[in-house]
């Protein structure tokens, strides 16, 4: 933690700066200086530590994240918010690092030189994008950790187990080669203006990969399999070479149906499949 700083409420900068939560980019800020504290301190002690927050907005997750210690790196792409962050930055010499413009556009690895933690109120309409880019980067990863808020239904499927309506390709994407758990809950009243759903904050750390996977097999193997999620695997599988031979070689019924197969088999299936081009 840092000494603390003495800014004004979160609500009267919002007021001064004329701020109000856009609905084309999915925003819902977040005032409950308590919650924000909350949720900076899932990734553990932050002390002096690089993270990178995407949609800041008005600040409300920044400054909790510059209280516990961060070095924060800040990507905002509506630049009405802008001056509230800079006067963050005025309020914490040396420690925000503000980039004004669109995340799924900016090379965020190039940003670091040590592996950040990843924290932040993901605008709505771009979260999941965001989320498939960062489990989808080279192993291990670029990042230390991600601590991302989501509608309650996105990160139930992020965690979803074997047999579940939520299991399907999200939850193999975040779990083959990562932990991947909710952390809090956070009700739909904490936001301003409130959105219709329930949110959850997930915590997601990397583990180490499989030996001898192509990511590029198990995603095609799971696109297969649960695009067509209510057929069997005979049938939905057979659109990509070689995936019935593996299912018969390793003894799975191919009249099961994709939410049936556990994050093993399905790793399993694609490590059969690397000699095929």
């Known amino acids: 933690m840092t000494s ?3 800014l004004p409420p979160l609500r009267e900068v919002i007021r001064e700066h004329g701020l109000s939560a856009s609905k084309a980019l999915g925003q819902n800020f977040l005032f409950d200086s308590q919650l924000l504290a909350r949720i900076a301190a899932i990734p553990g002690d932050l002390t002096d530590r690089p993270v990178l927050e995407i949609g800041p ?3 409300g997750l920044t400054r909790a994240l510059l ?5 924060v790196t800040a990507i905002e792409r509506d630049r009405r918010c802008i001056p509230a962050l800079a006067q963050l930055g005025e309020a914490y010499p040396g420690r925000l690092t ?10 965020m690895p190039g940003l670091f030189d040590e592996a950040p933690a990843i924290v932040a109120n993901l605008p709505y309409n771009v979260g999941t994008a965001l989320l498939v880019s960062w489990l989808s980067a080279d192993w291990l990863p670029w990042w230390r950790s991600l601590t991302l808020m989501f509608q309650r239904e996105v990160a139930e499927r992020i965690v979803a ?6 299991y399907g390709r999200l ?6 080669r990562s932990h991947a758990r909710i952390a809090m ?4 009243s904490a936001f301003t203006p409130p959105p219709k759903v329930m949110s959850a904050v997930v915590h997601i750390t990397p583990t180490e990969a499989p030996d001898d996977i192509c990511p590029a097999k198990l995603e095609a193997i799971t696109a297969a399999a649960f695009g067509q999620r209510r057929k069997m695997l005979r049938q939905s599988l057979k659109c990509v070479p070689g ?6 070689a390793l003894s799975i019924d191919p009249t099961r149906r994709a939410e049936t197969l556990s994050i093993d088999d399905y790793v399993a299936i694609a490590r059969q499949l690397q000699p095929i081009a």
Do not use: C, F, M
């Open 243 to 248: 995936a019935l031979d593996a299912l018969e």
């Open 185 to 188: 809950p956070v009700h739909r």
């Open 98 to 107: 503000l980039i004004e413009g669109d995340a799924l556009a900016i090379d």
């Open 161 to 166: 187990k074997p047999g579940s309506d939520a």
């Open 171 to 176: 939850a193999i994407l975040s779990q083959w």
């Open 67 to 71: 209280a516990a210690g961060a070095r």
């Open 57 to 59: 907005g008005p600040g």
């Open 4 to 6: 603390p700083v003495d």
